[in-house]
C-alpha cells in the first residue's frame, strides 16, 4: 500500500503553548493580587484602574480564555493533526487564529481595566471584541473541519468528539448572550432585561465551564493520558455514553445559579433536575481517564506528568459531584452567595484546568524540542507544591463560605438577628482570606517553577518546526451504513453528520429554556409603580456596572426570613423589567443592595454617609474591606452620553417619552442639583456634575419602587 507523505507543524503548537504560560503568569499574579485586595483595602491603591471590581474580571477572563484558551488550542493543534494523519488545513488560518486570540485577550484586559464591561460574569467584553471573538472563532472552526474533512483515518476518535461539541456549542452561547444594542464605540446594553437576562447569562455562565472549561479538557484528556500512560483509553463505549450523554445533558443544568431568585419556579427545577443527572455522565469521564492508568501505578508514582493527571482527573470528579450537589435547593439555600462557591470553582480551575494543562506541557515540550525534560524532580515539586496549594486555596473557603451562611441565618432566642450588622459577617473570614491568598503564592510559585523547567528544557534542544509523517490515504467511504457497522462508526467517518447531531443534542436543551425567555415578560406580574430609571440615575447605574460592584453585591433577596429581616421585601420578578444588565450578582462579599433605597430607621443612610463611604468606606466602617473611590467625585457625568443612552434604551422597549432624550440632560441636572444642594447642607462640597452624585442617585432608588405600593396603601 502506497505511503503518502505530510508533515506537522509544530510551530503553531510551539506557539500557543508559551502563550498559554505567560497568560498562565499574568492571569495567576492577578488573581493573587484579587485574593490580597480581599482582606487589604489598600491593596487596590486608591486608582480607578486597579480595583478589585475591575481586576476580578481581569482575572478570571485571563485564566478561563487566556491560560486555559490557549492550553485547549496548544491540545487541538498538536493532536488533531496526529490523529487524523494529515497536516492542519492552512497554517495562514493557524497563524490568524493565534495573533486574533492574543490581540482579543490584551484588547479585554485594557479594557476591563478601563471600566469597559458589560457587567455579565464570563462575558464582561463589550460588543466589538466580541465581534472579534466570533471572527476568530468561525477562522478556528474553518480550520479544524478542514483538517477533519482531508483526514487520513476512516474514523474520527473520542478527543476530536469533544473538540467539535465545544466548537459548536461555544459558539451558539456566545453568540446568543452577547446580543446587544451598542450606544457608543465602546459600550452597549444586552437586549435581554432582568429576569430573561439572568436566564440567558447563566445558561452562557454554566455552559461556558461546560464546554470551554470541560469538554474541550476531556478531549485533552481523552488523547494526553493514554499517550503518557503508553496505555489505551479504558472503555470504548464508556467513552460514547461518556460523550452523548454529557453534552446532551449540561446545556440544560444553567438554571441551578438562579435557585431561590424570582426565576419561574419549573426553570429552578429544570436546573436542578439536570444537574443531578450530570453526576452520571461526569463520573463515568472520570472513571474512563482514571482507569486508562491500570497497571501502570508504579509509573504514576515516578511520573510528575501521570501524577498531575490523576489529580486533575481526581479534581474534575469532585467538582462534578460537588456542584449538582450545590443545586439542591436545601444545599444551596447555604452554599450560594458565599465563598464555598469560589472554593467549588477553584478545585476545577487549579485542578482539572491547572494541572491537566502543566501535564500537558511537561510531556509536551520536550517532544517539541526533540529533547528530555530539564529536571523530573523540579516537576515533582511543582506537583507536590502545587496539590498543596490547592488545599491551602480551597479548604478556607469552605469553612468561610459555611461560616458566612451559619452567620447570615442565626437568630437569637428573642428572634432576632445575630448578626446584624453584615461587617461582623465579613471580619470573621480575614484569616480564611489570608490562607486563601497563601495558597493562591504557592499556585503561583509552582507555576514560575514550570517556567523555569520548560525554558531551560527549550534551550537544551531545538525545535522541531516540521515534522514529517506518511500514512496511506483514505480509501473511498460507503455513503449508507454498512451492516457490520455500529451506528455509532458510522456517525465517526461521517464528521459533518456527526457534528449536525452534535449540536441538536446541544441545541434541544438551549431551546427549551431560552424561547420561554421571550413569553416571560407575558407572565410576569405588572408592578405599575416599576417605572424606568431617571436619565441621572441611569447614568449612576451604569457607574456601578463600570466599577464592578455586582462582584461584591447582590440585587437579589431571597424568600428566606434571614434575609428579609435584613434587607427587606424579598425580590420580585416584576422589578427588574429596564435592567439592562441584570444585577443579581454571585457572591456577597458586601451586603445586598436590592433595598438600598428604602431603608428606614438606624439603617437609613443618607446622600452624606453614601458619599463619605465611597470616598473613605473604612472611616465610616471600621474593618471594611471595601475600597476608596476618589475619583467618582473629580470625574464629570459624560452628559453627552445620556441621549444616546436613553435611545438605546427605548429601542429595548424602554417607555420613556418620545424625543425625551432631548429633554433628558435637562431632567438629569435637575435631579443632580437636588443631591448637591443636600450634599452642601450636610458640610460636603461638590458639584451636581460629578459621578459620585449619580452613583448616590442610582444608590437612594434602589428598591423604591416595589415599597411605593405599601407606603401608599398606610397612608391610607
Not at 436543551?509 to 413569553?519: A, H, K, M, R, S
Request: charged share 15%; with cysteine; proline share 6%.
Amino acid at each position: 500500500m502506497e505511503l503518502q507523505k505530510f508533515t506537522y507543524d509544530n510551530r503553531i503548537t510551539r506557539n500557543f503553548a508559551v502563550a498559554t504560560i505567560v497568560w498562565g503568569v499574568v492571569g495567576m499574579l492577578v488573581g493573587l493580587l484579587v485574593a490580597l485586595q480581599i482582606f487589604i483595602p489598600e491593596m487596590n491603591f486608591s486608582l480607578e484602574y486597579t480595583t478589585f471590581g475591575r481586576t476580578r474580571p481581569v482575572h478570571t477572563n485571563a485564566v478561563i480564555f487566556a491560560f486555559v484558551g490557549n492550553a485547549i488550542f496548544t491540545a487541538v493543534y498538536y493532536s488533531m493533526p496526529r490523529l487524523l494523519k494529515t497536516s492542519m488545513y492552512s497554517r495562514l488560518l493557524g497563524k490568524i487564529h493565534f495573533w486574533g486570540w492574543q490581540l482579543i485577550i490584551v484588547a479585554g484586559a485594557i479594557t476591563l481595566l478601563m471600566g469597559y464591561t458589560s457587567g455579565k460574569e464570563y462575558a464582561e467584553l463589550e460588543w466589538p471584541i466580541d465581534i472579534a471573538i466570533t471572527l476568530v472563532w468561525v477562522i478556528f472552526g474553518i480550520n479544524m473541519f478542514g483538517t477533519i474533512l482531508q483526514r487520513r483515518v476512516s474514523h474520527i476518535y473520542v478527543a476530536i468528539w469533544f473538540y467539535i461539541a465545544t466548537w459548536v456549542t461555544v459558539a451558539v452561547l456566545h453568540v446568543v448572550n452577547s446580543i446587544e444594542i451598542p450606544y457608543s464605540l465602546m459600550k452597549s446594553y444586552p437586549v435581554y432585561a432582568g429576569i430573561q437576562d439572568a436566564l440567558v447569562q447563566w445558561w452562557y455562565g454554566h455552559n461556558a465551564v461546560a464546554f470551554f472549561l470541560t469538554t474541550p479538557f476531556l478531549g485533552l484528556m481523552y488523547y494526553f493520558v493514554p499517550k503518557a500512560a503508553n496505555r489505551p483509553i479504558y472503555s470504548y463505549k464508556l467513552s460514547i455514553v461518556h460523550f452523548w450523554s454529557l453534552i446532551f445533558i449540561y446545556i440544560w443544568a444553567g438554571p441551578h445559579h438562579l435557585l431561590y431568585s424570582s426565576l419561574p419556579d419549573w426553570l429552578q427545577a429544570l436546573g436542578t433536575t439536570f444537574s443531578i443527572m450530570l453526576i452520571a455522565p461526569s463520573w463515568g469521564g472520570m472513571i474512563n481517564g482514571l482507569l486508562t492508568l491500570r497497571g501502570a501505578w508504579d509509573k504514576v508514582r515516578r511520573d510528575p506528568v501521570l501524577k498531575m493527571f490523576v489529580v486533575g482527573i481526581t479534581a474534575y470528579g469532585m467538582a462534578t459531584f460537588e456542584g449538582p450537589m450545590m443545586s439542591l435547593k436545601t444545599v444551596n439555600a447555604i452554599s450560594h452567595f458565599t465563598d464555598w462557591t469560589v472554593g467549588h470553582v477553584h478545585i476545577g480551575a487549579l485542578g482539572w484546568n491547572g494541572m491537566l494543562t502543566f501535564g500537558m506541557l511537561y510531556w509536551l515540550v520536550p517532544r517539541l524540542y526533540n529533547t528530555k525534560l530539564y529536571s523530573v524532580k523540579l516537576a515533582n515539586a511543582h506537583f507536590w507544591i502545587s496539590t498543596l496549594a490547592i488545599i491551602f486555596y480551597a479548604v478556607p473557603l469552605y469553612i468561610g463560605g459555611i461560616t458566612q451562611a451559619l452567620m447570615w441565618k442565626e437568630f437569637t432566642p428573642e428572634g432576632y438577628l445575630a448578626y446584624p450588622n453584615f461587617l461582623e459577617t465579613v471580619t470573621q473570614l480575614i484569616p480564611m482570606y489570608a490562607t486563601r491568598a497563601f495558597g493562591g503564592f504557592l499556585y503561583v510559585v509552582g507555576m514560575l517553577m514550570l517556567v523555569f523547567n520548560v525554558i531551560k528544557t527549550a534551550k537544551q534542544g531545538s525545535l522541531v518546526k516540521v515534522e514529517e509523517a506518511e500514512a496511506p490515504a483514505l480509501h473511498p467511504q460507503p455513503a449508507m451504513k454498512t451492516p457490520s457497522e455500529s451506528w455509532h462508526g458510522f456517525l465517526e467517518r461521517k464528521p459533518i453528520r456527526f457534528l449536525i447531531f452534535a449540536t441538536i443534542a446541544i441545541l434541544i436543551g438551549g431551546v427549551f429554556e431560552i424561547i420561554p425567555t421571550y413569553l416571560i415578560n407575558s407572565n410576569v406580574p405588572i408592578i405599575s409603580s416599576v417605572q424606568p430609571y431617571t436619565p441621572l440615575e441611569l447614568q449612576g447605574r451604569d457607574i456601578y456596572v463600570r466599577e464592578g460592584c455586582y462582584n461584591c453585591h447582590s440585587q437579589m433577596i431571597r424568600p428566606f426570613r434571614s434575609e428579609t429581616e435584613r434587607y427587606g421585601e424579598y425580590s420580585k420578578a416584576g422589578e427588574f423589567i429596564y435592567d439592562h444588565p441584570f444585577q443579581f450578582g454571585s457572591k456577597r462579599t458586601g451586603p445586598d443592595l436590592a433595598r438600598e433605597g428604602v431603608k428606614t430607621g438606624p439603617l437609613y443612610k443618607p446622600n452624606a454617609w453614601h458619599y463619605n463611604h465611597f470616598m473613605d468606606p473604612q472611616k465610616m466602617n471600621e474593618g471594611s474591606i471595601m475600597p476608596k473611590y476618589p475619583w467618582l467625585a473629580e470625574k464629570d457625568i459624560d452628559l453627552k452620553s445620556t441621549a444616546p443612552k436613553i435611545r438605546a434604551m427605548k429601542r429595548l422597549g424602554v417607555p420613556y417619552p418620545d424625543n425625551y432624550e432631548h429633554k433628558a440632560n435637562d431632567d438629569l441636572l435637575e435631579q443632580a442639583e437636588g443631591i448637591a444642594q443636600n450634599l452642601r447642607e450636610a458640610g460636603i462640597e461638590t458639584e451636581s456634575t460629578k459621578e459620585i452624585i449619580a452613583l448616590i442617585a442610582y444608590m437612594q432608588r434602589l428598591g423604591t419602587d416595589i415599597m411605593k405600593p405599601q407606603v401608599e396603601e398606610e397612608e391610607e
